[in-house]
C-alpha cells in the first residue's frame, strides 16, 4: 500500500513509469503483479495501468481522463469532447480519442475507446482537467465526420446546448483543414442554427468564398430527397429545420 499515493498522481501509468519511480524494472514488475492481484489497480490495456479506488472499487479517473492519457498527444475529441465540456444531448458508451499514435479499438470498463486522426494545428482547451479539443475544434471536427460519429441530429442538438462561438476561432480551424467542403457544411449548418448562435454575416461571408464547384449534397446517404440550397449551392434535408426545431424542443423538456 505505500506506492498507492504516488500511483495515484500518476493516474494512468506504463510499467516504464513505475520503473523510473522505483528505480528498478524488476521491483516495477513485481509491484504491479502485486496490486493487480490486490485489485489496487487494473490493466487498461498492454502495458497501461489505471488506480482502482479502495472505496467504490472503480477506476479513480474518468473515461475521458483514462482515454486523454493513452499516449502524450491524446485528447478526447468529436462527440466525447462535447460531453466534457457538458454540451452533449446524450452521453455515448465510446470515447473519442485524437492522438498520431496508432491503436485498435478497445475496451475497458464498459467503455469503448476510439482512435480518431490528429490533425496539425488542433485546437486544446484544459480548463476542465483534461485534455479536450476546444470547443470551436469540436464544432468544426463533428460537422467534418457527422456521418461517422454521432450523426447529424445529435450533432446538432449537442451544437444547440452552446452559449456562444468564437468566429475567428472556427476560421482559423477551416483555415488549416482546406477543405472547400468542410467550409460549405460548416456554414450551411451554422446558417440553420444561427437563430441560436448568432454569428455575423461576415462569417458566414468569409465560409461563402471557399464554396467549391459543382453539385454537392449535405448526406451520402439521405433518408429523403435532398432539395436544393442556392444559396450554400448545396442539396441538403428538405426538413432540416424540423431536425433544429425538434432538437429545441426537447433541449427545453430537460
Not at 98 to 127: K, P
Request: include cysteine; hydrophobic fraction near 35%.
Amino acid at each position: 500500500m505505500k506506492h498507492y499515493e504516488k500511483l495515484l498522481e500518476l493516474r494512468c501509468f506504463s510499467r516504464r513509469d513505475i520503473a523510473a519511480y522505483l528505480g528498478n524494472d524488476a521491483t516495477a514488475a513485481s509491484l504491479l503483479r502485486e496490486y493487480l492481484k490486490k485489485g489496487y489497480i487494473e490493466r487498461v490495456r498492454p502495458d497501461l495501468y489505471t488506480v482502482i479506488s479502495l472505496e467504490t472499487h472503480q477506476p479513480v479517473y474518468t473515461r475521458y481522463q483514462i482515454g486523454a492519457s493513452l499516449f502524450q498527444d491524446a485528447i478526447i475529441s468529436h462527440h466525447s469532447s462535447f460531453e466534457v465540456f457538458g454540451y452533449a444531448n446524450q452521453v455515448f458508451h465510446e470515447v473519442y480519442v485524437a492522438t498520431r499514435s496508432r491503436f485498435h479499438d478497445f475496451e475497458y470498463n464498459g467503455t469503448f475507446y476510439h482512435r480518431v486522426m490528429l490533425h496539425s494545428g488542433t485546437e486544446i482547451d484544459q480548463t476542465r482537467g483534461i485534455r479536450a479539443t476546444s470547443i470551436e475544434q469540436t464544432v468544426i471536427d463533428s460537422i467534418a465526420d457527422y456521418e461517422k460519429i454521432a450523426g447529424l441530429e445529435e450533432t446538432i442538438r449537442c451544437m444547440l446546448l452552446i452559449p456562444a462561438l468564437n468566429e475567428s476561432a472556427l476560421i482559423t480551424i477551416l483555415q488549416r483543414r482546406q477543405n472547400g467542403f468542410l467550409w460549405q457544411k460548416t456554414g450551411y449548418i451554422l446558417s440553420q442554427l444561427n437563430d441560436d448562435l448568432h454569428l455575423s454575416r461576415e462569417f458566414f461571408d468569409a465560409c461563402k468564398i471557399h464554396l467549391p464547384g459543382g453539385r454537392r449534397s449535405l448526406e451520402k446517404q439521405p433518408a429523403a430527397t435532398p432539395v436544393w440550397n442556392p444559396e450554400w449551392q448545396l442539396f441538403a434535408p428538405a426538413r432540416f429545420r424540423d431536425i433544429v426545431d425538434k432538437g429545441v424542443n426537447e433541449t427545453d423538456e430537460l
